[in-house]
């Protein structure tokens, strides 16, 4: 079980601060793509497709109908030569309406401590704005 520091709750705290900026990504179908490995599929989509640059964040969906209580699943996508978000990543259309999707800022590092510990296969983090974990 992974304790958070102050680094990872602040860290945390800025994306649901940026949930107002997330956005819809366009789906594409990619016969590859496998459903709960979307890290491995932006990176397969992009071996075949070297302008869609692979993109790490979050899909973020406010939960519970509560304002205020968020869910985050990391997740990795592609960004076209446009700047259009595409996700490869097989989903239920319910979970497709109902995401939305928040870039991850900073280093690489710091986010790969993260995916390591919540990704798509194991975990969510669910915390509330600006209230803390």
Request: charged letters at 20%; one cysteine or more; proline letters at 4%.
């Amino acid at each position: 079980m992974r304790i958070f520091t102050q680094a990872d709750v602040a860290y945390l705290e800025d994306v649901i601060r940026r949930y107002a900026e997330a956005v819809q990504p366009v789906f594409l179908e990619f016969d590859a793509a496998q459903p709960a490995k979307c890290h491995e599929n932006a990176e397969i989509f992009f071996t075949r497709h070297s302008d869609h640059l692979v993109v790490r964040g979050w899909l973020v969906v406010e939960i519970g109908g509560a304002a205020g209580f968020f869910r985050l699943v990391a997740h990795s996508i592609n960004r076209s030569p446009t700047s259009a978000f595409v996700d490869v990543t097989p989903l239920e259309e319910a979970d497709r309406k109902a995401y939305c999707f928040i870039p991850h800022l900073g280093s690489d590092r710091f986010v790969e401590t993260y995916f390591s510990f919540v990704n798509a296969d194991a975990a969510s983090i669910f915390c509330s704005d600006g209230q803390g974990l």
